[in-house]
């Protein structure tokens, strides 16, 4: 027996030193790709001057030798964790990037795990083996090879695996069993099947995959992009990949994934953050955001635009060349019907309105000096000097003004009457005073969707900006041409070791890149446009959006190439969605698919079978997801007479249970308004949950609504009741709140806990 384990460890041993010694090589590979890109910059940074062809091809070079140097930086932990033995009798090494043998014909040393020949390390199984004997998957530290797993695919495999068809179940309950750190960790040495079936579908069309709490959604959602990026390179990189989270502790809480992928090129956003020049720091009850994200709204702010298309009641009048002049109510209405019928956003329709008033005035300027005295010269000649006279035109701005969505929106919420007039049948007193604010009110994330909304309903009056771009453009394009011809024909350019400007650019990208800063990538320069349109977009906790902010999206993504992530079971916000067809419909009918995720990777069985629970009260046909692993741990509830002595008991007590773990403390939003300062001075440790960095605190009080797609080594959910009451979606609040925990879930209350926790 203990001969047969000696052989045994001798054998691993063996096979540790063969991967160690494979490792070794293709992290020298590494460091001299690393030193080629990094002497490369060094010397396109040392070249200056020269003329202005030359200096586009160095921020190109630059650009290229920088974004290099990130991705060779950002895989050096974890850079190789898998290998795959096929029936051929090859082998191939997967990991983070591609590495390739220049000295022999270019053999693979590396497998980028998104290759295509990478695939089986994903998806081959014990019954469907694609050519695959046998999978690896390498445990590292650094530069070290630790230790291994192998799964033999033969059929009696088949039949000892487990019935969730896990693949490399060791490494994969070994991660999950790993501490938390505040930041969300890729999980591309250990994806599964069903995930790896998500991350890599087409990119065409909108894809929305439905699953439970912990089912991965997040993590293949972020993949997906890493997947889209390097399959579809060309033409993603012009256009650039949104990624959109509920808040920013999620975004930040995601934000390391994409980078240790070696992708940068995404943009990472709120709804509340896609429009430049605005940040939604203010706040506001559920239900005024659940108003303001309506459908209907759109047509409550056509009429809070047409509110500011005037005609006077009768007529004003304004003094013109020392004679008064008589604006009045008929004139103004046929201007208003001419200026409305060009069906042109207001702030552009105001020129025609304009125009219309201009010739009505003129003529009654002409009839005063005697009409038949004037030719079409002297009628033009008054024409301009009534369009710059300062009195006509602020009577005329009166009526029709140029005003931005800021000041529209601004001044309908701060004024009972225009609120009235623009929300009409659409909202009652109630819903009106909910809307109602202080102007200069700071704004709130479902004012961004309205802003956006106004933006398109306004326009920009940019007839000049845009022939002056047209113009340049013109001439960046034509200059692009000349610099790469010159190009062409320099012999000298062509230096071997150098990546040629026109290998990768033809004139027209060139022209763009120039135009737009060739040191911005398209993701940078997405932030500062709110007219961009995205390559593909990705929602995660997609359940949570208005119809209104997913308005603000579709207009992002015109092509309509989108993955929408979420779990309907899970929906919080009050303006969220019930179904997908409901959200879907308006924009794409019927023509969108739908994917299921059905394995909960986070959430241990012993909480998830109090989960589910609630899960089935909310809705008996939903089926909760199963778990992959038990914890061995049983939640506890406790009832306590007073929160604020009992809580930081508990909290104490759960924080040795976890050493160097994380926990969240989760309350009803009364609760966390009512004893968050005291609670805060009881545990110096703990954060109020109001910033990202809170993450990185070991204990963190939070809302539902501000854990929602966090997760903590163990949770402390306090008042659950108050939870389930708090709102129609009060349920799935509690449903999310239990779902956080990898480990330890406590229940702290002090009045009855709801029927449905009482098992606990
Ligand atoms: N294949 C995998 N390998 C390792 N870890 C995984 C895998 N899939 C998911 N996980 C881990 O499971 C946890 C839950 O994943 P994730 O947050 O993506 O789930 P989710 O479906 O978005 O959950 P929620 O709906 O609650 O927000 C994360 O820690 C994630 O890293």
Redesign the pocket.
């Known amino acids: 027996m203990s001969n047969a384990r000696s052989d045994r460890d001798a054998v691993r041993a063996q096979e540790i030193a063969a991967e160690q010694q494979y490792l070794t090589v293709l992290y020298d590979k590494l460091d001299t790709l690393r030193q080629e890109t990094t002497q490369r910059l060094k010397d396109t940074l040392r070249d200056s001057g020269g003329p202005p062809q030359a200096r586009t091809e160095r921020d190109i070079s630059t650009r290229m030798y920088t974004d290099k140097l990130t991705q060779l930086s950002a895989v050096e932990h974890g850079m190789c964790f898998g290998r795959l033995d096929l029936d051929s009798g090859e082998t191939f090494h997967v990991g983070r990037l591609g590495l390739f043998d220049e000295d022999n014909e270019y053999e693979p040393l590396l497998l980028d795990w998104r290759a295509p020949a990478a695939r089986p390390f994903y998806l081959a199984t014990a019954a469907a083996r694609d050519g695959v004997r046998r999978r690896r998957h390498l445990r590292t530290s650094w530069r070290k090879v630790l230790d291994y797993e192998d799964e033999v695919l033969d059929l009696d495999a088949a039949e000892q695996g487990s019935d969730l068809g896990l693949a490399g179940e060791a490494t994969?309950l070994a991660?999950?069993d790993a501490r938390?750190t505040g930041q969300?960790?890729?999980?591309v040495?250990?994806?599964?099947g069903e995930?790896d079936r998500i991350i890599r579908a087409g990119m065409n069309g909108v894809l929305v995959v439905q699953?439970?709490?912990?089912?991965?959604?997040?993590?293949?959602?972020?993949h997906r992009a890493a997947y889209l990026l390097y399959t579809f390179r060309e033409q993603l990189s012009k256009r650039g990949v949104l990624v959109v989270g509920p808040n920013e502790t999620f975004l930040r809480y995601i934000g390391q994934v994409l980078p240790s992928l070696g992708e940068t090129g995404v943009l990472l956003s709120t709804v509340g953050g896609l429009y430049p020049g605005i940040t939604a720091t203010g706040v506001e009850s559920a239900r005024a955001a659940e108003i303001k994200g309506r459908e209907s709204m759109v047509e409550v702010l056509t009429a809070a635009v047409r509110d500011r298309e005037q005609v006077p009641a009768d007529h004003v009048e304004v003094v013109f060349d020392r004679e008064p002049l008589r604006i009045d109510r008929k004139t103004a209405a046929q201007a208003r019907t001419r200026a409305r019928r060009a069906r042109k956003p207001h702030n552009l329709a105001r020129r025609i309105f304009r125009n219309e008033m201009f010739s009505a005035l003129t003529l009654q300027v002409a009839d005063r000096l005697g009409r038949d005295l004037l030719d079409r010269r002297d009628l033009d000649e008054i024409n301009v000097e009534l369009r710059a006279d300062p009195a006509v035109d602020r009577a005329l701005d009166e009526l029709w003004p140029e005003i931005t969505p800021q000041q529209l929106l601004d001044e309908l919420f701060s004024s009972p009457e225009r609120l009235i007039t623009a929300t009409g049948k659409h909202l009652d007193d109630e819903e009106r005073e909910e809307l109602q604010r202080a102007a200069g009110t700071p704004w709130t994330p479902a004012d961004v969707a309205l802003l956006d909304e106004l933006a398109e309903l306004l326009g920009e009056d940019d007839a000049q900006a845009r022939a002056e771009r047209e113009r340049q453009e013109r001439e960046e394009l034509a200059y692009a041409q000349g610099v790469l011809h010159i190009m062409e024909q320099d012999e000298e350019i062509a230096d071997e070791e150098r990546l040629r400007v026109s290998d990768v650019l033809d004139a027209e990208l060139l022209a763009e890149r120039f135009r737009s800063r060739s040191d911005l990538t398209a993701a940078e320069r997405a932030a500062d446009d709110r007219t961009w349109t995205f390559g593909h977009v990705i929602v995660?906790?997609a359940q949570e959006l208005s119809p209104m902010a997913w308005r603000v999206l579709m207009r992002r993504c015109p092509s309509r190439s989108m993955t929408l992530?979420?779990?309907v079971a899970?929906t919080g916000a009050l303006a969220g969605a019930n179904s997908w067809h409901d959200v879907l419909h308006p924009y794409v009918q019927d023509r969108w698919k739908m994917v299921e995720?059905t394995?909960?990777?986070?959430?241990p069985a012993e909480i998830m079978d109090v989960a589910a629970g609630v899960l089935s009260e909310m809705d008996t046909e939903l089926e909760a997801?199963t778990s992959v692993r038990t914890s061995g741990h049983q939640p506890w509830s406790r009832r306590v007479d007073d929160l604020a002595t009992a809580l930081p008991e508990a909290v104490a007590d759960e924080l040795r249970e976890v050493a160097d773990g994380r926990l969240a403390v989760l309350l009803p939003p009364q609760v966390l308004a009512d004893l968050g300062p005291q609670l805060a001075e009881a545990l110096p440790e703990a954060t109020l949950g109001t910033s990202p960095d809170d993450l990185d605190a070991p204990v963190a009080l939070l809302t539902v609504e501000q854990a929602?797609?966090?997760?903590f080594d163990a949770v402390l959910l306090v008042e659950p009741a108050a939870i389930a009451e708090e709102s129609e979606r009060g349920l799935n609040d509690l449903y999310?709140a239990l779902?956080?925990a990898?480990q330890r879930l406590g229940v702290l209350h002090t009045t009855e806990l709801p029927e449905v926790l009482r098992g606990i």
Do not use: F, H, S, W
Not at 599 to 603: D, Q, S
Not at 708 to 711: D, M, P
């Open positions: 994969l991660r999950l938390r969300m960790q890729d999980i040495a250990t994806i599964q995930q699953g439970g709490p912990g089912t991965g959604k997040t993590a293949v959602a972020l995660d906790e992530v979420g779990d899970q995720l394995v909960n990777y986070r959430t997801p929602k797609g966090l997760e999310v779902t956080r990898t």
